[in-house]
């Protein structure tokens, strides 16, 4: 478990395997944010411009990401799991393609990079509160159904904006009942519909199911 924090100039990073827990923090320089930017980006590549240097700057970011993330902490052993608490600029960071070792290619070949979740599968927390609360855990808990589709009606409801607490009125959306009733006869699990999908019968049998859909 990793949690981190990402100011100015320092990541702060909370540790906890295991056999132990520690708390350290790493300088931040603007290239390390830089090379955080360009993978983050990296989902914007132009297929058809790809050539051997930006293949070449890839491996780089991801390797030194990996370093500057992932410094220090000895894994446990291979395909242990690694579950995150991005921050910041980290939350839209994909741990996933970071480089646990520099690649020695001549040619471009990205499917035979030495990338973390190949020896790691990860996940990701919005918190360390959430991610240990009881009230989450799956121990002991079994959903007894696959799926429940929730499709309430919008139409003459409002909707109060959080900044501004604005009234906004919301329009019907007749296609998210259609997508929840055909989503539930796919998966084999349950819908509730219209006046059936309120919130006290969501409340009630939800923690029931083990995937939810919400239209």
Known sequence: ??????????????????SDIRFNQTPISPDDLAVLTRLISIKNTQ????????????????????????????????????TI????????????ILLESPPQYSEINYRDL????KHHPISYTPSAT????????????????????FAPIYQNSTSHGIIDNESTTLNDLPYARKEATQ??????????????ATKENFMAISEQYGLLHLA
Do not use: W
């Not at 930006?54 to 446990?76: G, H, M, N, P, V």
């Not at 989503?183 to 059936?196: K, N, T």
């Open 130 to 149: 959430l991610k240990f609360n009881p009230f989450f855990s799956q121990e002991g808990k079994k959903s007894t159904n696959d799926l429940l589709a």
């Open 183 to 196: 989503v539930s006869q796919l998966m084999g699990g349950d819908s509730f519909i219209d006046h059936q």
């Open 85 to 96: 608490v991005p921050d910041g600029l980290l939350g839209y960071l994909p741990f996933e």
């Open 114 to 117: 030495q990338y973390v979740f």
């Open 1 to 18: 478990f990793i949690e981190y924090e990402l100011k100015d100039s320092l990541l702060y990073r909370f540790v906890l395997t295991r």
């Open 47 to 82: 297929i058809g411009l790809e050539n051997f240097k930006t293949f070449s700057q890839f491996c780089k970011d991801a390797q030194r990401a990996y370093e500057l993330l992932f410094a220090k902490i000895d894994f446990e052993k291979n395909d242990s799991k690694i």
